[in-house]
Structures are given as C-alpha cells and as structure tokens.
C-alpha cells in the first residue's frame, strides 16, 4: 500500500508506532505534488519542509505525543505563514513572504504538522473558483481535470483528492470550503463562527472562518480538533466540549428539513435533486424524520445587491491595506470590478448590507428552528468547466453555489459530504447545516451517513499514479 492511501488518523498511527516516519510521509508527497503539478493544487512547495520532518521524527522518537506531529499538510494561500511566500491568490502579492504565522496557522504547526506548502486560491477568495494570476493552471478537480475544482479552495480539495495530502486547511466565507469537497467528492466542514479563530483579523459580522478539507469526516475532526482554540479577544469565541474526534455518535433521531429550491431563477439540476432524495432515503432508513419545507427566502435584487455589497467591502478593505496603489493594475478584472464598487460605497451603504443579510440568515434559521439540521445540495450541479465564468461572474457564480452562504451569513455549522459520481465520472456532495454551535451532532450525523456508505471512495485516475 502506498503512504497516501493511508486516511491521515491511519498515518497518525503509523508514526507514533515507527512504522512509518515523518520523513518518509513528506517525501513520498513532495514526489507526488511535483508529479501532479498540473492539477494546479499548489502555490508554493514549503522548501524547509524535510528539515520539519526530521526535527518531527525526532521528537516522536523522544515520545512526543503532539496531535498532528509529522503529518504532511497544506495551508491555504489565504492565510499568513511565516517564512513561506503567501500571494493571497494575486500578482500583486506575489513576493509576500510574512514574518508571523496567522492564529490557526500556528496552532496546526505547534501540534506538529509538517507544512509542505501552499494550496491554491483564488484572489482574496473573492470567487468560486481557483483561477489566478500566480499560478500557469488553475485548480482542476482530478476527476474531471477540464473542470475547476471550485474555490476558493480549490487547491486545498485538489491536493486532498488526487492524493497530494492526507488533509488540508481551507477556509470559507460563503461556501469556500464545501463546494470545492463537492467537486473532488471529499469531506469539507465549515464549523460555527467562533469555533476557529479569523485572528488578527476581526469583525461584528465574521461570514468566513477557517477549516478542514478531508477524505473521511473523522480526518476531518482531527483536524478541526486543533483549529478549535479560538484566540484571546475574540469577540465570538468559544470551546467545545470535548474532541470532536472521539463523540462521532449519535444517540437519537434527528428531524431534518430539506429542500432543493436555489433561491435564483435557476432551477434546481436534476443531479442536485437526486442527491438530496438519496441522501433523505439513507437518513430516513436510519431512523432520522425529514420533512421537505418551501426555502425560508430567496436571492431578490436586495439580497443580491447586499452580498455584492458586502463582497465589494470586504475585498476593497483588504486590497486597500494589503496591495500598493502601484500594483493594484495586477489585480485580475473581477478583483479591480468589486473595488471599484468598494469606491462608490458610503458608510450608511454598508452598514444597510450588512443589516439586510442579517435579516436575510435571521429568517432561515426562523424557519428551521424546529429542525435539529438541514439538507440540501451542496452545489447546483457539476463541477463547471474552465472558462464557464465568462460573463456577469457574480450572478454566474451565486446560481451555481447558492446553497452554501446563507449558514456562512448565519453563523451556523454545515458540512458537504460526497454524494455519488455520476455516469459522466463528475462528483457532486450533499449539504448539511446544524444548529450554532451544534459542530459535534453535525459531525456524527455526517459520521453516521459514512458508516451507513452514503458514498464510495472511489478516487481519480491521478490517484493511482
């Protein structure tokens, strides 16, 4: 068996029984990411990676009993690594080499992670999919490589798909990390807000927050397991109870809502149908009650002005601080679009934004409050072909992945889970959202479909080569 067909807790138990070594993991990676370049996974290879696997194999040889310790991973391009060039997915940060790690950055580091580098993103994470100015080849899903791997994760769910890591960090702020698992048929959970901590950055409405990308959902609560260790200060921060790693069971039934509605004037796809009736067929054969419920409320010009809003605020702010005003002409036309939005914005603009999408998420989870969770799909369809957003982006994009920012804008838990690949060899992922702060019910729900074999891990051709 080859290192990377071990799940990462598999790899975790090899190295503390020395039957591997951290060494040996990092190597047998490195080759492959090399191999796989043109996947478009990675950014930067991290080149102190073996020198942090030696020191990792030395201290498992002392005995150390650190979570992660000598297990490969990615960090995604979005967030700060100290001594690794980090481009946040643009041109004009292309040198950016920081001197400090961002929060969970050091957290997964000081649990023993070795970095083998940075996955791709796209710029700022303004869009859902990894195209960039930085890289030669965006992020492709390996199951279909003429097709994104969405974003802006991509890279991240690239890397894990085609067996380039074990597991990876990634973040997301209206699906960012759910939609790219769907499209490389992976575990991708988006926790509460609160749970992992945005530090440095801070904000009263935290849309985004960072997590997992994984093969199984226990790698996945590994992970997130680490990440769950919100910094002092932060204004939503709070612990669990426990590891998530150790409490995937679930002692009762749930009652679940679903509906396949997208809120635009798209229509639902025919495969997004099918993965919520299979996945209701599974829950209901467990024991769990699901009740389909007409969408709490819909895209309308408000909603959708106000996401481009806050979108246009959120990434002219961080270009503003970030990006020299010389260099903002190396910034990709749908960045340079959303600032010059952000230029026309007021305060009171803004401030009204933010307050409709707060209604907005008030009123899904008005709806849903008699419900213990939510299905949907995770996407409305198949991974999109290279080019497909040529047009109005932003109403191309939102049809496509409309199901996924109302639990970011409410701050609620949700994970997508891999459906089924279908007759095209496409994959596409089932959506759950849990209550706030329900993290650890939502990940033994996830847990539960897994055992009762919702999908089959059925890897890409690059898999295997």
């Not at 990462?8 to 040996?24: G, M």
């Not at 001197?99 to 996955?119: F, M, Y």
């Not at 759910?178 to 048929?185: G, I, K, L, Q, S």
């Not at 992992?196 to 093969?215: D, M």
Request: aromatic content about 6%; charged content about 20%.
């Amino acid at each position: 068996m080859n290192p990377h067909e071990l799940t990462a807790a598999q790899q975790l138990e090899a190295l503390q029984a020395k039957e591997i070594s951290s060494r040996e993991l990092t190597e047998h990676y490195l080759a492959r990411i090399e191999r796989h370049a043109a996947l478009g996974a990675f950014v930067t290879v991290n080149e102190n990676a073996l020198d942090e696997a030696a020191k990792a194999d030395e201290r498992l040889a002392a005995g150390d009993r650190e979570p992660l310790l000598g297990l490969p991973l990615g960090i995604k391009d979005l967030a700060a690594t100290a001594g690794i060039r980090t481009t946040f997915g643009s041109a004009a940060m292309a040198e950016f080499v920081p001197s400090e790690d961002s929060w969970t950055v050091g957290l997964l580091r000081r649990a023993g992670a070795v970095v083998l580098g940075k996955t791709n993103a796209s710029e700022f994470g303004a869009t859902c999919y990894t195209e960039n100015d930085v890289t030669p080849a965006p992020a492709v899903t390996p199951y279909a490589p003429a097709r994104y791997s969405s974003g802006s994760s991509g890279g991240a769910a690239t890397a894990v798909a085609a067996g380039l890591l074990p597991v990876a960090h990634a973040s997301d702020g209206a699906g960012s990390i759910r939609t790219p698992a769907a499209t490389c048929h992976l575990v991708g959970m988006k926790p509460s807000r609160g749970l992992v901590s945005p530090a440095p950055a801070t904000s009263f409405l935290s849309a985004s927050t960072e997590g997992p990308i994984a093969r199984t959902v226990r790698d996945a609560a590994l992970l997130l397991d680490v990440m769950a260790s919100p910094a002092p200060g932060d204004l939503y921060g709070w612990r669990p109870g426990g590891p998530f790693s150790t409490a995937l069971h679930l002692d009762r039934p749930l009652r679940i809502a679903l509906w396949t509605d997208t809120g635009t004037e798209e229509h639902a796809d025919p495969q997004a149908e099918l993965v919520v009736r299979r996945t209701a067929d599974v829950l209901t054969r467990l024991g769990h009650e699901v009740c389909e419920i007409p969408l709490p409320a819909r895209y309308d010009e408000p909603v959708s002005r106000a996401i481009l809003t806050w979108f246009a605020y959120q990434v002219g702010a961080v270009v503003r601080m970030m990006v020299p005003p010389e260099r903002t002409h190396l910034l990709r036309p749908y960045s340079r679009h959303l600032l010059d939005v952000n230029e026309t914005l007021s305060a009171n603009d803004v401030v009204t934004a933010q307050a409709l999408l707060a209604r907005y998420a008030s009123t899904f989870l008005s709806e849903v409050d008699d419900y213990d969770a939510v299905l949907t799909p995770t996407t409305n369809g198949a991974p999109v072909p290279i080019g497909h957003y040529d047009g109005d982006e932003a109403d191309l994009m939102l049809k496509w992945s409309c199901h996924t920012p109302w639990a970011n804008l409410a701050g609620v838990p949700a994970i997508s889970l891999p459906s089924h690949v279908d007759c095209e060899g496409l994959p596409h992922g089932v959506h759950l959202v849990g209550r706030h702060r329900g993290d650890a019910e939502l990940l033994a729900l996830a847990a539960q479909l897994e055992s009762a074999a919702l999908w089959n891990e059925l890897h890409p051709p690059s898999w295997h080569h």
